[in-house]
């Protein structure tokens, strides 16, 4: 990637929740990617769903179904909820391939998370790989606990994860000082043709907002770039006494911490938080 490229890093969409041009490849990547995590993140939440998910599932902001999919498997039934019409489409096909026992055990719903309705209660929400980092301010964080809290049972259990970062990587990519893009992943397409995946992102510390872009790259068999393409991400992070806070104000006690999905201890960095309704 060149300087006049990265000079002209400009997303080709404005609109934060537009996977249409990554859908049909998210699979591909998300499973290669270095922190991708795949096999914990379905066994962390297979975890969960065998103590609390009995009386029934909300996988939100499901994506592809990464999640969802061993969830039905496993005997569990499961709601997803995403925002992304074209990532449904590619876990709708994923459904339509199992056999219909399977099969039913899911409902799919599109919707944000801040105001799905939906008219019963379940036993375990999840928003598994970051999902909640997609909003972006407190007051819709707030808004999102709350609905969560009016779908789960009394007692129920949910579980997602926060990010704070190092003030290192903070003071490394403010806003306005134009980092250069990192090469995330190389993988290939669903084409069959190798792609390669930068990203980019911008710091703010006033609003806690890293905004960016991924840049996703097409060879073709000479080694000719075929296609380019860049979509924006914009993601909170947010320290720990916010999300406590936040926890307490909307009827959430916390039972567990981790820094990882192989259930790492609680340190600087990602956090896992599962907490119970009161
Ligand atoms: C990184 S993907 C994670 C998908 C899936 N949970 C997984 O583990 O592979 C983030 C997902 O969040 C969804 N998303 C972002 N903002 C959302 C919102 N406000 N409401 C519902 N879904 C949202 C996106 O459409 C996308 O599918």
């Known amino acids: 990637m060149n300087e006049q490229s990265r000079k002209e890093l400009k997303p080709d969409h404005d609109d934060l929740h537009d996977y249409e ?39 939100i902001a499901c994506g592809t179904g990464i999640t969802l999919i061993p969830l039905i498997q496993n005997g569990f039934d499961v709601t997803g909820i995403d925002v992304s019409a074209a990532m449904l489409a590619v876990l709708r096909q994923k459904i339509a391939e199992l056999l219909p026992i399977i099969r039913k055990r899911a409902s799919i719903v599109c919707a944000d998370m801040k105001d799905f309705q939906l008219s019963k209660q379940v036993s375990l929400a999840v928003i598994p790989r970051s999902g909640f980092l997609h909003l972006l301010t407190l007051d819709e964080q707030e808004q999102c606990l709350r609905n969560i809290y009016q779908h789960l049972l009394p007692g129920g259990v949910f579980s997602f994860n926060t990010f704070d970062p190092s003030y290192t990587l903070v003071a490394n990519n403010l806003k306005g000082t134009n980092p250069k893009p990192q090469l995330r992943v190389e993988y290939i397409n669903i084409r069959n043709n190798k792609e390669r995946i930068w990203n980019v992102a911008e710091f703010d510390p006033e609003t806690q907002v890293m905004a960016g872009s991924w840049i996703f790259e097409e060879f073709d068999e000479k080694g000719e770039i075929i296609d380019r393409r860049t979509r924006p991400v914009r993601m909170r992070w947010s320290f720990e006494p916010e999300i406590r806070h936040l926890l307490r104000l909307c009827g959430f006690e916390i039972l567990a911490q981790y820094s990882s999905y192989q259930k790492a201890p609680r340190t600087r960095g990602n956090i896992i938080w599962v907490v119970q309704k009161n």
Do not use: C, K
Not at 21 to 45: C, K, M, Q, T, W
């Open 21 to 59: 041009d990554v859908a049909e490849n998210y699979d591909r990547y998300v499973l290669v990617i270095p922190g991708g995590d795949d096999a914990s993140v379905v066994d962390f939440h297979l975890d969960l769903a065998r103590q609390y998910g009995s009386s029934g599932v909300l996988d």
